[in-house]
């Protein structure tokens, strides 16, 4: 029987054979890369151009935008919270950078917290977080010659103008200034928010709470029609006001005039002429 041989020309020619598989493989990829690529750029065109996605802005004298829901906001300005957006007014909502939306809406006054969302086709939501007030403060003025200002505060210290027709019912904090850092304002706030927790009830009685010093804690409470100012320290608030309280008819007799009462040790009272209120 006679054998077929192979002849020295084919393993070359399978050589070549993968080659071509090879260049067609490669050529196949680069054609469905290119295509990829042009149906990105030409989804990104469409995404930017198309009318469909274009964030309606706020008509003439109003203030709020059709394209723009809002969430949680109760205090913060509407006016405020939409300039952030005023660059995007007219432009795609897939232009919009979320994130730095977001950032420039927490300098708004009264947020604390935000999150900014497409809703496609041509929305956007905002949630906002509003800070929480928890007390008054008097601020002196620069302006207004030693007169003060009103304004409130959040526990973390910020500063926070009184909007216009709310009713809050706060304690009144004295010795908070502008220029402290807020780090500074939030320690005087918690310590004030440490003292109104201890006394209970009994703070309605509390005209105002001093926090310049949170190592000395001084509270303005009417006692027989005048202000009575106490010390108090930074500690056991409610048992030393309760024993003033307890033994004020006597101090009273004897101390007719006195105003202010130093209580910081706990088995004495002490009256304190005034202008000699520190340490």
């Known amino acids: 029987m006679a054998r077929k041989t192979s002849s ?53 004298s109003e203030s709020s935008a059709p394209g723009v829901r809002v969430d949680g906001a109760v205090y913060c300005s509407p006016e405020r919270v939409l300039n952030v ?3 995007d007014f007219g432009r795609s909502v897939y232009l919009i950078p979320l994130e730095e939306r977001r950032r420039s809406l927490l300098s708004v006054d009264w947020v604390k917290d935000a999150s900014v969302s497409r809703l496609w086709p041509d929305r956007i939501e905002v ?13 002196p003025s620069t302006v207004h010659g030693g007169s003060f200002q009103v304004a409130l505060i959040d526990e973390d210290g910020v500063l926070l103008d009184p909007p216009p027709r709310a009713r809050f019912t706060l304690p009144v904090l004295a010795g908070i200034r502008r220029e402290q850092s807020r780090e ?45 100012v106490l010390m108090l320290g930074s500690q056991n608030f409610l048992p030393r006001l309760r024993n003033f309280l307890s033994h004020y008819p006597e101090i009273h007799k004897r101390l ?13 009272i002490t009256a304190v002429e005034e202008g000699r209120s520190g340490g």
């Open 127 to 139: 949630r906002i977080t509003e800070r929480a007030p928890v007390a008054f403060v008097q601020i």
């Open 8 to 60: 020295g020309n084919e393993p070359a020619r399978g050589r070549w054979r993968r080659y071509a598989r090879l260049i067609l493989l490669w050529t196949c990829v680069a054609a469905v890369g290119v295509l990829a690529v042009a149906v990105y750029y030409r989804g990104q065109h469409f995404l930017v151009s198309d009318a469909r996605f274009r964030l309606a802005g706020p008509a003439d």
């Open 256 to 268: 007719e005039h006195a105003t202010m009462f130093d209580l910081r040790l706990d088995d004495r």
């Open 85 to 87: 957006f005023n660059p």
């Open 184 to 228: 500074m304002r939030r320690d005087r706030v918690r310590a004030a928010l440490r003292l109104v927790a201890q006394l209970g009830g009994m703070s309605d009685q509390i005209s105002e709470i001093d926090v310049l010093d949170p190592e000395n804690l001084k509270i303005t409470q009417p006692l027989d029609g005048r202000a009575v």
